[in-house]
């Protein structure tokens, strides 16, 4: 749970920066490896919202 916890603070620091690439890039290895983690929704609506920043339009509907 520490490893998982770290990288999710990680991609929320990014996030909350507004270093949507890198933020899209941790949330998503996030996703990927802890699968059953309880902050893998927050993890997807934020991947969208970066993409949509990003103007990444299609890409963040498809997450949506």
Do not use: H
Request: hydrophobic content about 40%.
């Amino acid at each position: 749970p520490e490893v998982a916890s770290a990288r999710f603070r990680s991609a929320d620091s990014r996030y909350f920066t507004k270093d949507y690439s890198l933020a899209i890039a941790g949330f998503s290895d996030f996703i990927k490896n802890f699968p059953q983690d309880k902050r893998v929704a927050i993890a997807r609506f934020r991947v969208g919202t970066a993409k949509f920043y990003l103007k990444d339009y299609e890409p963040a509907i498809q997450v949506f």
